[in-house]
């Protein structure tokens, strides 16, 4: 009895220990990446060029000039980091590998009369292609929900200079005031100017972070009022108003293209959807499709249709605001 009470107190404690240091563990790889990421943009070396305007053009004139691998490599990496995952470069790659393995291995089970190789190469790349659009996806999630946070931070910053405080620390204040994920850009910004950068550098960088068009127009309010003088905390208010203006009017814009959505939507599914179960209930149903040459040919014209339909659908409803 008392052996038995003695592991199982040895047992507790140790599962005690071990959790506690995990938990530290955890805690100071935490601190550790966020240091990395506030000290990341300061200790480059090269001081880039600050454009007024902050003209999208430059970048992409930037990434033609570059060879093609480190284009994309650079691309990915952008869309990595605008995404809020913490994912690296090395992980996307290990899901997209295995995603195209098992593709590779569903596709042979589809019970469909094709080539093995066609079969498999379908579904290997859209099994491959899955954590590239889950990226992706959390961007966008990501860069509307700053998008739709950023009145409030203008308003904000507007109402503390008003208030008579510096420009930095108004920075601070939204930072720790507003949520994230923009809460973290401006206490990143913030961290940048408390470490030494220039307020064009520490800018520059925070628009490359939040890749937003209202976020170039705070950037170039900011640094105009720093050479020519003015109210910044009117400019910032009225560009907050406006902002909000272009939010009413897109919500407008999207409930009147919302018809055409949901037909595109329809039109796209259905056939799909018509096909599996074609697919499942009567496999040698499809089969002249795929071994006799007009079945190759209405396929193909068919599947062009389908893209030409939905291009067309999207320029007609696409308003950009």
């Known amino acids: 009895m008392i052996a038995f009470i003695a592991i199982t107190f040895l047992v507790v404690l140790g599962a005690l220990m071990l959790a506690i240091s995990s ?11 966020q240091l990395v990421s506030v000290l990341r943009t300061v200790t480059e070396t090269e001081e880039p060029r600050v454009d007024l305007l902050m003209n999208p053009d430059d970048k992409k ?12 490599h650079n691309r990915l990496n952008r869309i990595l980091s605008e995404s809020g995952l913490d ?10 590998c295995v995603g195209f393995g098992i593709g590779l291995i569903l596709g042979g089970l589809v019970p469909f009369q094709a080539p093995l190789l066609l079969k498999s190469g379908l579904a290997a790349c859209a099994l491959a292609w899955l954590p590239l659009f889950y990226v992706k996806r959390a961007r966008g999630k990501r860069l509307d929900a700053m998008e739709a946070q950023l009145p409030d931070a203008l308003d904000f910053l507007a109402r503390s200079m008003r208030a008579g405080h510096a420009f930095t620390i108004s920075i601070e204040m939204v930072g720790e005031e507003i949520a994230d994920p923009l809460g973290q850009e401006f206490r990143a910004l913030f961290n940048e100017q408390n470490l030494g950068a220039s307020l064009d550098r520490s800018l520059a960088n925070f628009g490359k972070r939040v890749p937003l068009a209202d976020v170039r127009f705070f950037s170039s309010a900011v640094l105009l ?5 003015g109210n910044l905390g009117e400019v910032l208010g009225r560009l907050s108003h406006i902002i909000r203006e272009r939010f009413r009017l897109k919500g407008q814009v999207r409930a009147t293209s919302a018809h055409g959505k ?9 056939p799909l959807a018509t096909l599996a179960g074609l697919i499942i209930t009567s496999p040698g149903y499809l089969t002249p499709l795929i071994t006799e040459p007009l ?7 068919g ?16 308003i950009r605001v």
């Open 262 to 270: 949901l037909t595109a939507t329809i039109l796209t599914v259905l």
């Open 225 to 229: 009022q720093r050479q020519t003088g």
């Open 87 to 96: 994912w690296t470069m090395s992980r996307l790659i290990t899901f997209t």
């Open 295 to 301: 079945g190759r040919k209405l396929v193909m014209g």
């Open 61 to 72: 004139r930037s990434d033609e000039e570059m060879p093609l691998t480190k284009a994309i």
């Open 23 to 33: 938990g530290l563990r955890f805690f100071e790889s935490k601190r550790r990446k």
């Open 303 to 318: 599947v062009v249709c389908q893209i030409l339909g939905n291009v067309v659908i999207r320029r007609i409803i696409r």
